[in-house]
């Protein structure tokens, strides 16, 4: 009977089955455990990190940002975002106004409010991935990141394919 060679990154044999459930299980659960932690960080600022990262895009975008498009950026639903939005828009950190070219269309901008609160939630956030991620080495976090972009990626062609 002969060897199996050993695998070798890049090589295109079928994943181990179980090894890719064990992923995808450790994968939502650190996700989860991730965001319960930073929702308590950020109590005190009474923003929850699904509103962080809406505000986050929103101040990193070098555009203006349609719900739809902000909606598509962090993965959740349309009606999700427009619930989201009420909430942020009644803080008065964002304003939603309709698109000039189709009034179907609402854009989300930060207010003033809403790019200080960046701030400090920005900063909390900070101390908080510099407290999980001590003495992690930063070569490896870069090549995680680009894993789960990739698998993102490939996840969202795949439903598109069906």
Same mark, same amino acid.
């Given at each position: 009977? /002969?060897? !199996?060679? %050993?695998? *070798? %990154?890049?090589?295109?044999?079928?994943p181990d089955p179980l090894l890719a459930e064990r992923f995808a299980?450790?994968?939502?659960? *650190?996700a989860r455990a991730w965001r319960v932690a930073l929702d308590d !960080?950020?109590? &005190?600022?009474?923003?929850?990190?699904? $509103?962080?990262?809406?505000?986050?895009?929103?101040?990193?975008? &070098?555009?203006?940002?349609?719900?739809?498009?902000?909606?598509?950026?962090? #993965?959740?639903?349309? %009606?999700?975002?427009?619930?989201?939005?009420? /909430?942020?828009?009644?803080?008065?950190?964002? =304003?939603?106004? $309709? +698109? %000039? #070219?189709? !009034?179907?269309?609402?854009? @989300?901008?930060? *207010?003033?409010?809403?790019?200080?609160?960046? #701030?400090?939630?920005?900063?909390?956030?900070?101390?908080?991935?510099?407290?999980?991620? $001590?003495? @992690?080495?930063? @070569?490896? @976090?870069? /090549?995680? =990141?680009?894993?789960?972009? *990739?698998?993102?990626? !490939?996840?969202?062609?795949? +439903?598109?394919?069906h």
């Amino acid at each position: 009977m /002969r060897k !199996r060679a %050993p695998q *070798t %990154p890049g090589d295109d044999a079928a994943p181990d089955p179980l090894l890719a459930e064990r992923f995808a299980i450790a994968l939502h659960a *650190t996700a989860r455990a991730w965001r319960v932690a930073l929702d308590d !960080r950020l109590k &005190d600022l009474a923003v929850g990190s699904g $509103a962080w990262m809406a505000i986050a895009v929103l101040a990193r975008s &070098d555009t203006v940002l349609s719900q739809r498009a902000l909606a598509d950026r962090l #993965g959740i639903e349309a %009606p999700s975002m427009g619930v989201m939005i009420d /909430r942020l828009a009644e803080a008065g950190l964002v =304003t939603r106004t $309709a +698109c %000039p #070219g189709d !009034r179907r269309i609402k854009h @989300v901008r930060l *207010t003033d409010a809403g790019r200080e609160r960046y #701030g400090k939630v920005q900063a909390e956030a900070r101390a908080f991935h510099a407290h999980v991620l $001590a003495d @992690v080495d930063q @070569v490896l @976090v870069e /090549r995680v =990141t680009s894993l789960f972009e *990739t698998l993102r990626d !490939r996840a969202a062609e795949r +439903c598109l394919d069906h």
